[in-house]
């Protein structure tokens, strides 16, 4: 491959940039695809390995079918078939055709400005890098134009090195990338490859993204209107509304009605673990039991007369459950009895006798089938069976 006698040609869209993926693959026969500036962003994104940072796009058809078609591929048990990838910005004299006749493209229209790439790349860099410094746009922008940025390493670093993040402003530098052991090659050349000095930047930006929360340092250097819009506004003070007085009877109420709501959630929820028969104090009963879940009331059980009076022991508190008698809409009265050491505990003794009774009659009638069965089977058959059967006799 010969590029230094065609590198030193400057051509750029003015409407559209170009992503040139050079990974070893032919070159497509069919015309060339136009991506959105969101879906050519999700390519470069999954190609650098900082897809996961761009996933609000995903959810489109065309995004799915743009990074299968142009995005990285790797075998499916292992990293044997993985390569190493450069994700290049070119900013300076490239020859598009050298690079459609080797490498696989598609375009992308409307196009960002150069501008706006310089804060994708800076971007992806803060992306794929978990240990970055809190570096102003500044720095790194003066890192990325000397190549020096890699960032995931492959699975195979004897073979294939360092995948990396930068941009290219010499056609030197790219002649030297394509003569590297390194396969995969993503190049994208913007609409206008200049220095980004004294443009205005274009319309078409490339979509929504986000950065690790590390990374989300004060800009020194603003890029792009992306960085301008994303930049948090000031919010607007809430005033108070005016409010009337409340008065005494309405602070009952209101009181009434917390006091009414924490009751019902607290007994509502189930006790945990195993409580304990007796308490030491009436306080610590309630606050345990959650005053007996509203079935009951701590009361002192007994004290024990042979522990010392300071003892802590000496006094037994627990819950005397109460019945809750519910009457209902047709005149009749169900009454709801409830034990356990918090009355938590429904008293289902009419409903066990219910079923208690049903058994033993079940097993009454099967033994009575039973054994009417085995009496039958051991009557004797009667005699009168065999009787008049003979067999024929003999003529004389």
Request: negative net charge.
């Amino acid at each position: 491959m010969k590029l230094a006698a065609s590198l030193a040609l400057w051509t750029a869209s003015a409407s559209a940039g170009r992503v040139f993926i050079c990974d070893g693959l032919p070159p497509s026969t069919t015309p060339e695809r136009n991506l959105s500036p969101s879906e050519a962003r999700l390519v470069l994104a999954q190609r650098a390995g900082v897809l996961d940072h761009h996933t609000a796009d995903l959810n489109s058809r065309g995004s799915v079918e743009a990074i299968n078609e142009f995005g990285r591929r790797t075998e499916l048990f292992g990293g044997k078939g993985y390569m190493a990838e450069s994700v290049m910005l070119v900013d300076g004299e490239v020859d598009v055709e050298a690079l459609t006749q080797q490498c696989r493209s598609f375009a992308v229209n409307p196009a960002p400005d150069f501008v706006a790439s310089q804060g994708l790349w800076i971007d992806m860099i803060r992306q794929s890098l978990a240990a970055l410094p809190s570096e102003s746009d500044t720095a790194i922008l003066a890192r990325i134009q000397e190549g020096v940025y890699a960032t995931h390493r492959s699975p195979n670093t004897d073979d294939y090195g360092e995948d990396k993040i930068f941009m290219v402003r010499t056609p030197s530098a790219l002649e030297q990338i394509f003569k590297t052991k390194v396969l995969g090659r993503t190049i994208y050349v913007p609409s206008s490859s200049s220095s980004g000095e004294g443009e205005v930047e274009g319309e078409a930006q490339w979509g929504t993204y986000t950065l690790p929360p590390s990374h989300q340092v004060p800009n020194h250097l603003h890029l792009s209107k992306r960085a301008e819009r994303e930049r948090p506004q000031p919010e607007t003070p809430l005033e108070l509304a005016p409010t009337t007085s409340l008065t005494t009877e309405d602070l009952d109420f209101l009181a009434s009605t917390a006091s009414g709501n924490s009751t019902t959630n607290s007994t509502s929820k189930p006790l945990r673990g195993i409580l304990p028969a007796c308490f030491t104090t009436k306080s610590s009963c309630e606050s345990s039991t959650r005053s007996c879940m509203g079935h009951g009331s701590c009361t002192l059980s007994f004290t024990d007369q042979s522990a010392a009076k300071d003892s802590k022991s000496q006094h037994c508190y627990a819950c005397a459950c109460s019945p809750t008698v519910v009457k209902n809409e047709d005149g009749t009265v169900k009454t709801t009895y409830w034990g356990g050491p918090a009355c938590q505990k429904k008293d289902v003794s009419i409903e066990f006798w219910m079923l208690a009774l049903f058994t033993v009659a079940m097993v009454f009638l099967v033994m009575l089938a039973v054994g009417t069965l085995m009496e039958m089977g051991s009557e004797e058959l009667p005699s009168v069976i065999g009787a008049g059967v003979s067999g024929p006799t003999a003529k004389r």
